[in-house]
């Protein structure tokens, strides 16, 4: 090889790192306030039990799944329909999905290992998708964690909990943002073992992880229910925390304050989206069009609940802290046989609201 050709090959080569290095980093929404985001899933064990070995059944609850049931056919399917409704971002559940450098042991049967990660993290982005990570650290979604899901609070957790934020981030390129998830910790959330934090305990591993996202240099964004029945949740919580407040049960009480009673059950999930605007936090509103048995049971629709949702945050928070909305269809597992429907319905739901 001449010199010149190694110059000539040296600047092809640099020329296509450029070429993946501008790929790998496109121009966000205009604004932040453009997010069009929708919720998908990669991992599932957020909302099973890890028991011990032999414990092969759960009264009430289900077990975790032992190996990734993930479909790339359905997968992209699901991502097609978000480009082609005009979604610019996805916040992804991980759970055990991916390979964690940090900590393999983490895996599970088929979990993918970072080199997928990062190459499907380009895709998205060169369809026109921002991908946001999502770990939910909440003790009722962590049996992803494994036994380490059970050393809450401890020198263990911490160090297994720092290192694979650091390890997604890094998978997804380090993003604007990163979801912490830590919705629902309530013992009623949980089966076979109940891990709960409370009052100081809680505050004390929330700040923790909105440190260790701050230090990658991204922004921390959470689920808001803790605010719906604390009301000092407002007043500590760092102002750099992205909240989506959500709110999906509009069939119960509605989106009306004035017309609510005093103690109706969607009272202080609907002024928590005020609240949160007086004290001066940046929103993604969510909604969804999930069934649950209740709604089943009660014949009830949520096929305006994305609308009204939309309708009531333009009229009530503040245009430059309406950051954009997402929609959680909450369709992750692949086997389910209305996976593609649930999550169609819910990104359609989303773009007729936005128009």
């Not at 110059?7 to 205009?30: F, L, N, T």
């Not at 919720?39 to 909302?47: A, E, F, I, S, Y």
């Not at 260790?212 to 229910?225: A, H, I, K, N, Q």
């Not at 304050?257 to 609240?275: C, G, T, Y």
């Amino acid at each position: 090889m001449t010199r010149k050709e190694f110059i000539g090959g040296a600047a092809a080569v640099a020329a296509a790192g450029m070429a993946e290095r501008a790929v790998s980093a496109p121009e966000p929404a205009k604004t932040f306030g453009d997010i069009r985001g929708v919720l998908l899933h990669w991992g599932h064990n957020m909302w099973g039990e890890a028991l011990p070995k032999g414990v092969t059944s759960i009264k009430g609850g289900r077990l975790c799944n032992d190996c990734c049931k993930y479909d790339d056919e359905l997968w992209r399917k699901v991502v097609d329909r978000c480009v082609e409704r005009k979604m610019n971002l996805v916040v992804v559940d991980l759970g055990e999905f991916p390979i964690y450098p940090s900590h393999p042991e983490l895996q599970v049967k088929g979990s993918k290992t970072p080199d997928w990660i990062r190459a499907e993290v380009r895709r998205l982005k060169k369809l026109g998708l921002e991908p946001i990570p999502k770990l939910n650290f909440s003790t009722a979604h962590d049996a992803w964690l494994k036994d380490y899901g059970r050393m809450v609070s401890t020198k263990y957790y911490y160090k297994v909990c720092a290192d694979v934020i650091k390890d997604a981030a890094e998978m997804f390129d380090h993003p604007r943002f990163f979801h912490i998830g830590y919705d629902e910790e309530r013992a009623s959330h949980q089966k076979g073992y109940q891990v709960v934090r409370t009052d100081e305990v809680w505050w004390h591993d929330f700040l923790f992880f909105v440190k260790t996202v701050e230090d990658l240099g991204m922004r921390p964004w959470m689920w808001s229910d803790y605010g719906w029945k604390h009301d000092d949740f407002v007043d500590k919580c760092p102002k750099s925390v992205v909240h989506n407040n959500w709110y999906y049960d509009e069939w119960l009480d509605g989106f009306d304050l004035s017309a609510m009673k005093p103690d109706a059950k969607s009272r202080p999930l609907v002024e928590l989206f005020i609240k949160l605007d007086k004290a001066g936090f940046d929103q993604v509103p969510c909604a969804s069009n999930w069934m649950s048995p209740d709604r089943e049971k009660a014949n009830a629709s949520n096929d305006g609940c994305m609308a009204n949702l939309v309708k009531f945050c333009r009229a009530n928070i503040s245009p430059e802290l309406l950051k954009g909305f997402l929609m959680a269809p909450w369709a992750g597992d692949f086997d389910n046989k209305d996976f593609l429907k649930t999550n169609f319905a819910g990104i359609d739901q989303l773009a007729e609201a936005l128009g």
